[in-house]
């Protein structure tokens, strides 16, 4: 048996019945009547608490409880409480017979109508609740909370020009910078534009949110692979070089197709010699891994041991040392082989079962990169894993 809702329930009929004895209490005070017995209503309402019937219970609570200015307040936290347990059913229901009431006034309208739109969304009637959080957009009490739900609604649905618009709108009713989040929206139009090979319509969006967003990370990556796949190579390698200066923590996204590009450009020593300087200013298990395969390549095995061994010493790292006992299962034999095996197991092990990608903002773990946060639900805070495990 549930506690919580006899308890819940005992409470609302009993505040119905005490509302309903109130109103009441002046006329029988003068008709020389008494309040001491109770209403049969508060009694049968009970006795739907106590059989779980909590539906009929709630019901004989909203025929008891007169919706007036006094009350209508516990309508609405009646309704909140339900759909914050997930019985979204029985809010909507609240909520709707709240506003159907010819005497509420115009403000406790457009709050049940804010409530009654959340209802909508939590039961993943999005279009229903479009319309309500549109009607509410007009309004001044509640246009800030309109536009914002409508932001949520467009993102969920993927209607990103429609996105866009209600973004640029939330920004000058309460002047919060969506810039970043609105250059996110190109980036996804843009990405529509590639799947479908709408070229021209994907380089638009880039350039759109380059344009509000210089920092715009995705739109710089969409624009390099864009560039390297019409053969564009020397634009390409400078556009994913431009990330070094938007944010490096990101550097691990592009340090391969970089080292790809030098590579068809016939530019190995440059493409060393920009490694050596990124490993040097920013460190990072990346393109020192890169580094090193060019050294083993133009070098030898011998002078890319020694450097990926040097470099440990001063940035101890899963990744390293996982490489270099791969160098080392190379040169062994018999048992010292068996046992550096038994240590790139582990050391696989580990790697494969740590987070590569973590929200600055929630904390989610992610083996991909997402630009849209799944958990916490924010743009742009899932970065590269940094430290032993990681970068």
């Not at 508060?42 to 409880?65: H, R, S, T």
Request: aromatic share 8%.
């Amino acid at each position: 048996m549930d506690w919580t809702w006899i308890l819940i329930g005992s409470l609302v009929i009993f505040a119905g019945w005490y509302w309903w004895s109130a109103s009441r209490w002046h006329a029988d005070r003068q008709a020389g009547l008494s309040l001491r017995n109770i209403p049969p209503e508060y009694l049968k309402g009970l006795n739907y608490v106590l059989n779980e019937q909590q539906d009929k219970a709630i019901e004989i609570f909203i025929k008891m409880l007169e919706v007036d200015s006094d009350t209508v307040e516990t309508h609405l936290a009646l309704g909140h409480l339900f759909r914050r347990r997930g019985e979204t059913d029985r809010a909507i229901r609240i909520h709707q017979n709240l506003i159907a009431r010819p005497n509420l006034g115009e403000d406790e309208r457009l709050l049940a109508l804010l409530e009654l739109g959340m209802d909508y969304m939590s039961s993943g009637l999005l279009d229903r609740a479009e319309s309500l959080f549109k009607e509410l957009s007009a309004t001044r009490t509640y246009a800030i909370q309109a536009h914002q739900k409508l932001l949520e609604i467009y993102q969920q649905e993927k209607e990103w020009d429609k996105a866009i618009v209600i973004a640029q709108k939330l920004q000058s009713l309460n002047g919060q910078d969506l810039n970043a989040v609105i250059a996110q929206f190109y980036c996804e139009l843009a990405d529509q534009g590639q799947s479908a090979g709408n070229t021209a319509s994907a380089q638009q969006h880039i350039r759109k949110a380059l344009t509000i967003d210089p920092d715009c990370i995705r739109a710089s990556l969409l624009e390099g692979k864009s560039a390297r796949r019409e053969g564009k190579t020397g634009l390409a390698l400078k556009t994913f070089q431009r990330v070094e200066k938007q944010d490096p923590d990101y550097l691990p996204e592009v340090i391969a197709v970089i080292v790809a590009c030098y590579r068809d450009l016939g530019q190995i020593e440059d493409c060393m010699q920009y490694l050596r300087y990124i490993v040097s200013k920013y460190g990072g298990m990346t393109p020192l891994l890169h580094l090193t395969r060019l050294i083993e390549e133009t070098h030898g095995e011998k002078a890319a041991v020694t450097y990926i061994s040097q470099e440990l010493k001063r940035r101890p790292s899963v990744r390293g040392v996982d490489k270099l006992i791969e160098y080392a299962l190379a040169m062994a034999e018999g048992e010292i082989r068996d046992n550096l095996q038994t240590i790139k197991e582990m050391t696989g092990k580990l790697l494969s079962g740590s987070p590569v990608y973590k929200c600055e903002h929630c904390g989610f773990d992610a083996k991909l990169l997402h630009w849209h946060c799944p958990s916490c639900k924010q743009w742009s805070t899932i970065k590269p894993v940094l430290g032993v495990v990681g970068e």
